[in-house]
């Protein structure tokens, strides 16, 4: 039993960094496109709008790809969870690969469902897309 215990806490811990990651790329994304946008206004050249625009795809893709992670962990948590600790079960088998992946019943995530979920469109897609409409009004 102490065995699962300490499984549960490390998998409470990696959901725990796999979700401050994710709002450290939200975090770092905004202040990139924000700072662009006002360095670009500021020496008058609007094209660094979009050079801006372009690596906030890449900070998109970062926090998609922590959310698919945690995604994945939290499946692995409530499989590990609900285990009752029968004979032959590792506790600390926490890696997902495909053959975990099956046996816990995660083969329906995928990153780029992740990427274009609702949660990450009402973020990401506005600030990609005010950018560009700020980009227009300069030019």
């Not at 360095?39 to 900070?59: E, H, M, N, Q, T």
């Not at 939290?74 to 009752?84: A, D, F, G, I, L």
């Amino acid at each position: 039993m102490e065995e699962k215990i300490k499984s549960l806490e490390m998998l409470q811990g990696i959901i725990g960094r796999l979700a401050q990651n994710s709002f450290m790329m939200k975090g770092w994304g905004i202040s990139l496109l924000t700072a662009v946008i006002a360095v670009s206004i500021d020496k008058g050249k609007p094209v660094l709008i979009l050079v801006g625009a372009f690596f906030y795809l890449f900070f998109w893709g970062l926090d998609a790809y922590y959310l698919y992670q945690e995604k994945i962990f939290r499946r692995v948590y409530e499989y590990h969870s609900k285990n009752n600790g029968s004979l032959g079960f590792n506790f600390f088998d926490i890696t997902p690969n495909p053959q975990n992946m099956e046996r816990w019943g995660i083969c329906n995530t995928s990153y780029f469902r992740v990427l274009f979920s609702v949660t990450m469109q009402f973020l990401h897609i506005p600030l990609v897309t005010s950018a560009i409409v700020i980009y227009y009004m300069i030019v």
